[in-house]
């Protein structure tokens, strides 16, 4: 399932899915942007993209194996 900000935010569509899927989210992105400069939501943005895709691995599904002894 892709992340909040795995979303095109340029896409209509797509800005439209994440709000739909991410509720709570999208409010609070949308009240951060009334309250910060455009240069500070890019950095917030930006930072919690790259936490966002460095969390990923551990989010996707492993194979699991059984251990026996």
Known sequence: MKS???FNAESPQERQERNR???EL???H???REEL???EYQQFYKAEKEI???R???NQTTRHQWITA
Do not use: G, R
């Open 4 to 6: 909040f900000y795995d």
């Open 21 to 23: 899927l991410y509720p």
């Open 26 to 28: 999208a409010s609070f």
């Open 30 to 32: 949308i009240a951060l």
């Open 37 to 39: 400069s455009e240069e």
């Open 52 to 54: 966002s895709q460095k």
């Open 56 to 58: 990923m691995p551990l």
